[in-house]
């Protein structure tokens, strides 16, 4: 097997499972639309549910629409991930890094979706009464893994010479 499925698939695979895991915990310890305080007035363990995609967008009860289409969005993203991983020749662990941590987030924050018609989020920054909509392991797998395809598109136009 080449390296980049290796790569993409042994992250998809921890962040899925620690994904699950922490959200399996938390509706275990954390009653919904509660929390508790870890850092006092920094940072908090809460246990809500959010119907739309990373930081609120597209959270709203009275749309019934948002779960079917982000099952869609994050079926269409898995496919067009793996697409990328089998056309693309040049060796660049940063993308495939990238790849396999939004390929982790995408299908974590989907199997919620499926299950419950929502994705549950726990962790939640606040400064002087100000929070930062909660989020989860895959969504925080998803962002770094985003930042890692821009790193990684960087590189690649600094450095003419790689093809895919």
């Known amino acids: 097997m080449p390296q ?10 921890i962040v899925f499972v620690l994904d699950q895991a922490t959200k399996v915990w938390v509706q275990s310890t954390i009653e919904l639309w509660s929390g508790y305080q870890v850092i006092p007035g920094f940072f908090n363990m809460v246990h809500v549910l959010n119907k739309g995609a990373a930081f609120g967008f597209l959270n709203r009860a009275d749309m019934h629409w948002q779960t079917y289409f982000f099952i869609a969005v994050s079926a269409l993203a898995i496919v067009l ?3 990328l991983v089998r056309t693309v020749h040049r060796k660049d662990p940063v993308l495939f890094t990238g790849l396999g941590l939004i390929l982790g987030g995408a299908v974590g924050n989907m199997i919620d ?3 419950i018609g929502q994705v549950i ?5 606040h400064v002087a009464g100000h929070h930062w909509p909660a989020f989860n392991v895959a969504d925080i797998a998803i962002t770094v893994g ?3 395809l821009l790193v990684s598109f960087y590189q690649r136009k600094n450095n003419a010479s790689d093809s895919f």
């Open 81 to 83: 991930i793996w697409h």
């Open 4 to 13: 980049k499925y290796k790569i993409v698939s042994t992250l998809a695979l």
């Open 113 to 115: 979706r499926i299950r």
């Open 146 to 148: 985003a930042f890692c």
């Open 121 to 125: 989020d726990f962790i939640d920054f």
